[in-house]
C-alpha cells in the first residue's frame, strides 16, 4: 500500500502579482534526497 504524505508552507497573504518558483528538498525514508520544483503565479486584479 503506498503511504500517502503532504508536506505545506505558508505564504504572506498579499504576495504581489507574477510568477513564482517553489524549489522544495527532503528526504525519503531511506535518506535519499527527493527534490523538484514547480511555479504557480498570483494575478488579483486590486493591485
Ligand atoms: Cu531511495
Known amino acids: 500500500m503506498k ?3 503532504s508536506i505545506a508552507a505558508s505564504v504572506d ?3 504581489p502579482n507574477g ?3 517553489v524549489a522544495w528538498q ?3 525514508g531511506d535518506g ?3 527534490k523538484g520544483e514547480y511555479s504557480f503565479s498570483v494575478a488579483t486584479k486590486a493591485q
Do not use: F, L, S
Request: aromatic share 6%; proline share 0%; glycine share 6%.
Open 3 to 5: 503511504e500517502e504524505k
Open 13 to 15: 497573504a498579499d504576495m
Open 19 to 21: 510568477t513564482y518558483t
Open 26 to 28: 527532503t528526504a525519503g
Open 32 to 34: 535519499h534526497v527527493q
